[in-house]
């Protein structure tokens, strides 16, 4: 371990940088009520289990490499997931809607325009493990067993969880609602169709701020399953559904940590390349016509179109 912290190989094996790590270790101790074992530090539970998520390794693999018994690597594994779930008051925290959030309000694309957005809702499929018996209820589009995970983040791509009383950007696979504000549909909205063609009309121009602030969960997506392999792998996964949630709850709680001490910006580099050439279409629900909360959510929007586009063609 003592290598492995003064080691520029650090960030390969375990995806984090030996500072970073040696703060997530002394937070766990503080506040995640993990301990030294008779054998096996604090920073050797928490760097086998880091590795395990960044390289997606199974307990019989790591039981080769560290000469302990599969139970072993099992127990470090599981004391190290409870001790990061302990910490999703911590990390994980919700918007109190109070504040506008600094990148719509230091930006006159976005200000006053999206004062009362809070975030960016999205769903991706994460590879579950689950019973014959329960395979119908999870099986996904690509023929395995998935669940989608519907999360929300802030725009400096930190995971939040939804807020009631203001409202979240979602793409136009959800309905236009008071707290879900979907793009217009017909309408383009993908970043890179706007560098071929201009503007042509207001709801283009909506579509177009939409998507710029809409892109921080994908790019949040992104981020997370290169960064923890373990919940993007399309491989069967090594634990049970219960098992694979806290998996998930976990790298999203080590995702917030890192985003503020160990961005590793070559990575959202990467990430921002594939989504800004992404082009991934929803399929649009269909809303009723005496659905009151679809016609607040379509007055909220329809309000901000206005704004902005008169703003934008006066100047």
């Known amino acids: 371990m003592s290598r492995l912290r003064n080691s520029e190989k ?7 940088g030996p500072q970073a790590f040696q703060g997530l270790c002394d937070i766990l101790r503080r506040d995640g009520d993990l301990q030294d074992t008779q054998r096996a530090t604090v920073e050797e539970q928490v760097g086998k289990f880091l590795h395990m998520l960044a390289h997606n390794q199974t307990h019989r693999t ?17 004391n190290v997931l409870r001790s990061i779930i302990m910490l999703e008051d911590q990390f994980l ?45 999870y099986r996904g589009r690509k023929g395995y067993t998935t669940q989608n995970v519907l999360a929300a983040c802030s725009f400096d791509l930190k995971f939040t969880y939804v807020l009631p009383g203001k409202y ?23 970043l890179k169709e706007y560098s071929v063609r201009p503007l042509e009309n207001a709801k283009e ?21 290169k960064r923890f392999p373990i919940i993007a792998s399309t491989t069967e996964p090594n634990y049970c559904v219960d098992t694979q949630n806290e998996i998930i709850l976990a790298c999203c709680i080590l995702h ?8 590793d ?41 206005l704004a902005m586009w008169q703003n934008y063609v006066q100047m």
């Open 93 to 137: 925290r919700q918007p109190d809607g109070t504040q506008v959030p600094l990148e719509i309000l230091q930006s006159i694309r976005f200000y006053p325009y999206f004062k009362d957005c809070i975030g960016a809702l999205d769903g991706t499929h994460v590879r579950v493990k689950v019973s014959n018996e329960d395979a119908p209820t």
């Open 205 to 225: 121009f909506f579509n177009l701020r939409h998507a710029s602030l809409h892109i921080a969960i994908e790019r949040a997506f992104g981020v997370l399953k």
């Open 62 to 78: 790591m039981s080769f490499f560290f000469s302990h018994s599969r139970e072993t690597i099992s127990r470090h594994f599981h």
């Open 10 to 16: 650090c960030y390969d094996v375990i995806r984090i």
């Open 256 to 263: 917030n940590y890192l985003m503020g001490v160990d961005p």
């Open 265 to 305: 910006e070559s990575l959202i580099a990467e990430v921002d390349e594939e989504v800004l050439h992404s082009h991934r279409e929803r399929v649009a629900p269909t809303s009723r016509e005496d659905d009151e909360d679809a016609r607040q959510g379509d007055i909220i929007r329809n309000s901000i179109e």
């Open 168 to 190: 979240y950007l979602v793409d136009a696979g959800y309905m236009n609602r008071s707290c879900l504000i979907a793009p217009y549909r017909g309408v383009r909205y993908h």
